[in-house]
């Protein structure tokens, strides 16, 4: 019903930044919780933060909680990650996921909708 783009990822050093964005289109964006999962090589996906549908609360992973910060634009149908202090650790594939629901989700089998995902790089 809905597809989603992510976009924005790309190389930083250790401390710098990246905006991830997710476009979507299909369904109505509104009716939509949606998170940030990350997945590093040889690694299970792991989340990084959700959005209530119209951006009242959100959540974080405990290693993020004061350098991420999730939000969304429903006018413009996109919802974003900026990505402050990057570590080396956060280094990984990003993908955004999107569940038709009312209370936020933090795991991968709760969310029926994926982008394709955005590589993200943090160098040491």
């Known amino acids: 019903q809905v597809h989603l783009i992510e976009s924005g990822g790309g190389l930083v050093q250790t401390g710098g930044s990246l905006r991830l964005s997710c476009a979507a289109s299909?369904?109505?964006?509104?009716?939509?919780?949606m998170g940030w999962f990350r997945q590093a090589p040889g690694k299970e996906r792991e989340f990084v933060a959700t959005i209530s549908r119209l951006g009242y609360s959100t959540d974080y992973r405990d290693s993020v909680k004061g350098r991420f910060t999730i939000s969304r634009d429903n006018a413009q149908n996109t919802a974003y990650l900026q990505m402050n202090s990057l570590k080396p650790e956060d280094t990984g594939v990003y993908f955004c996921?999107?569940?038709?629901?009312?209370?936020?989700?933090?795991?991968?089998?709760?969310?029926?909708?994926w982008g394709q995902g955005t590589q993200v790089t943090v160098s040491s």
């Open positions: 299909g369904g109505t964006f509104g009716s939509y919780v």
């Open positions: 996921a999107a569940e038709d629901a009312a209370i936020l989700k933090y795991r991968p089998p709760q969310y029926s909708y």
